[in-house]
């Protein structure tokens, strides 16, 4: 792969780029007898893009940090109350890495809430983050 090891017993390894990799794996039994096997693999861009959010829980504000996959055009990050209401919606992810939501101007109580990133290319939807939680404690 990229030169990276592991001595885990069940070795998990995340690319940061795509790209087409040799990836090698050595197992050793009890007695050191050893077996390996060496094979190419490929890995493909994610068109997911990456979000978090600090500081979680959150009081007067939060920042969402994310990327877009490569090729987007644009993006949405949208955030969503306990009943599914959008409390904030952004359309303007294109060129930045961050945005800093202003809880307490926005008077959000307290409580859970969901975020997700869209990703856009040419106004077809690209991918989307994973769902995650934040909680704002007033």
Request: hydrophobic content about 40%; overall charge negative; aromatic content about 6%.
């Given at each position: 792969g990229d030169g990276t090891t592991s001595t885990e017993q069940n070795p998990k390894k995340k690319y940061i780029r795509s790209g087409t990799f040799k990836v090698k794996l050595t197992v050793k039994d009890n007695d050191?007898?050893?077996?390996?096997?060496?094979?190419e693999i490929l890995i493909k861009a994610s068109t997911k893009p990456i979000v978090s959010v600090f500081p979680n829980p959150a009081k007067d504000s939060a920042t969402f940090a994310f990327s877009l996959p490569a090729g987007s055009t644009g993006g949405t990050l949208l955030v969503f109350n306990i009943a599914g209401k959008v409390v904030l919606r952004d359309d303007r992810?294109?060129?930045?890495?961050?945005?800093?939501?202003?809880?307490?101007?926005?008077?959000?109580?307290?409580?859970?809430?969901y975020y997700v990133v869209i990703a856009f290319k040419d106004n077809a939807v690209l991918g989307r983050s994973r769902v995650e939680k934040l909680v704002i404690r007033r």
């Open positions: 050191n007898a050893e077996n390996t096997v060496e094979k992810l294109a060129g930045k890495t961050q945005l800093v939501w202003d809880i307490a101007a926005n008077d959000i109580p307290s409580g859970p809430y």
